[in-house]
């Protein structure tokens, strides 16, 4: 199986065990919904089946726990077999660590059966991860809190804003989606990536004061502005912070739904090697076994129950050797899965190719005497969405004394207006046609 996405949550409880054991049981609740709407033969029960009736889908589930003193670790684990001998295993556990509640989830897939082939995937954030998320606003990954969709608004707030993005211990990525003149160049891009990366990013919409903010702090060059849209990512560097400016946007005929998948699949798979499984989960486990174990030699007091216990310890060490032989199987899909990247590009369609941010070493634009063609491909309330390609071969330019819309298009796409003489062409259809000396 390979991991697609891994989700950890953290509420700081220090000094109350009761309100730690209600949210936990509140937790489990929402697994409990979850396996219930799966409609899973027995949601209480510790392990069961489930068959969808609107998909067909069907597959299985299994609990396990451990607990020590205080401390408690619980787990739900639910594997489906999709079409085309898919499966999709989610894991969600719950944590009393003693001082905190922390929920850790992974999705993973894969085969249900060896094959040397491209698994399409296309995760999303799983319903118990919202749902708990929409418990409270006190959930954090690390020293960051996670929120839903922000925005900041005004020159002040921006600059607030951009000492968050350069904190040293920040340990979600930032997408940041800068308006213009208070529109998107993307429409409903933030309120799709905010549903899809929850716990994962954190999308905030910036205004045209707070994006003034922004390089204030940051420098032009590290900002976000007029529709752009940049990721910025833990441990500022300015140096690898991906910026897809509406140049390239446009070029790349995004659409929100598009890009929207691209960021989601690139970040959900990032998170899957990078955030941390709690570390008191086997702590937690291991006391456990120890606390049992000691338990049963206290009790052990004739050959016949030592007999017993021998039984018993043989049956544990089978369940570990098969646990074990699994946990190999999933390395050598894993190895699989490496092997085969090339092969899963190369199953893309054009229509799945990446939309690139800008490279470091971008072209810095026209430079004067230039001359350069751009056409409108769309507009917005205030502005015309322009790309630029070749010459159209008319020779009908006309002035553009009055084309202001045009003008705000070609200054956003360029990123200046410093041109020498600009033009419209009489004879192009379907948009309209646009040269520019510079």
Same mark, same amino acid.
Request: with cysteine; glycine share 8%; net charge neutral.
């Given at each position: 199986?390979?991991?697609? &996405? ?11 065990? &009761?309100?730690?054991?209600?949210? /936990? ?230 659409? &929100? ?26 702590? /937690? ?114 002035? &553009? ?8 298009? /070609? ?28």
């Amino acid at each position: 199986m390979e991991k697609l &996405a891994a989700y950890r949550l953290e509420h700081d409880v220090s000094d109350d065990a &009761a309100a730690r054991a209600v949210e /936990i049981e509140a937790v489990v609740g929402l697994l409990r919904k979850w396996l219930k709407q799966k409609r899973a033969d027995d949601p209480e029960a510790s392990q069961g089946e489930f068959k969808s009736e609107r998909s067909g889908d069907s597959g299985y589930f299994g609990w396990q726990r451990a607990g020590h003193g205080e401390r408690s670790w619980q787990m739900l684990r639910l594997v489906e077999d999709l079409s085309r001998g898919r499966r999709f295993e989610t894991s969600v556990s719950v944590t009393d660590t003693g001082r905190s509640v922390i929920v850790y989830a992974t999705l993973a897939s894969g085969l249900s059966s060896s094959a040397v082939t491209p698994v399409p995937t296309d995760a999303k954030c799983p319903r118990p991860v919202r749902w708990i998320l929409d418990m409270h606003g006190a959930w954090y990954h690390g020293a960051t809190k996670i929120r839903g969709m922000n925005r900041v608004e005004g020159r002040e707030a921006g600059r607030h804003f951009a000492e968050e993005i350069r904190f040293a211990n920040r340990t979600l990525p930032l997408i940041v989606i800068s308006e213009d003149e208070g529109e998107l160049s993307l429409p409903k891009l933030d309120r799709e990536l905010g549903r899809a990366l929850m716990g994962l990013a954190n999308v905030t919409v910036v205004d045209d004061g707070a994006s003034w903010g922004l390089t204030d702090v940051l420098g032009k060059e590290n900002s976000c502005y007029w529709g752009a849209v940049r990721v910025y990512w833990p441990r500022y560097d300015v140096n690898r912070h991906p910026f897809w400016p509406v140049r390239r946007l446009l070029d790349s005929a995004a659409t &929100a739904d598009r890009f929207e998948a691209q960021l989601r699949n690139q970040i959900m798979r990032i998170s899957g090697r990078s955030a941390v499984r709690p570390p008191e989960i086997d702590d /937690i486990r291991r006391e456990a076994d120890r606390a049992r174990m000691q338990n049963l030699q206290a009790q052990l007091k004739s050959s016949a129950e030592w007999e017993d216990f021998a039984e018993t310890y043989s049956r544990e060490n089978e369940e570990l050797r098969r646990e074990k032989e699994d946990l190999e199987e999933e390395n050598a899909r894993l190895c699989d899965a490496l092997q085969n990247a090339e092969a899963r590009l190369g199953a893309e369609s054009p229509g799945d190719q990446a939309i690139e941010p800008e490279p470091p070493d971008a072209d810095s634009g026209p430079k004067p005497g230039d001359i350069r063609y751009y056409k409108k491909v769309g507009y917005t309330r205030k502005l015309d969405k322009m790309v630029e390609t070749s010459a159209c071969g008319h020779s009908a330019w006309q002035a &553009a004394n009055k084309a202001d819309k045009a003008k705000k298009g /070609i200054e956003r796409y360029v990123g200046r207006r410093n041109w020498a003489m600009i033009r419209h062409c009489g004879s192009c259809t379907g948009g309209g046609m646009w040269k520019v000396r510079w």
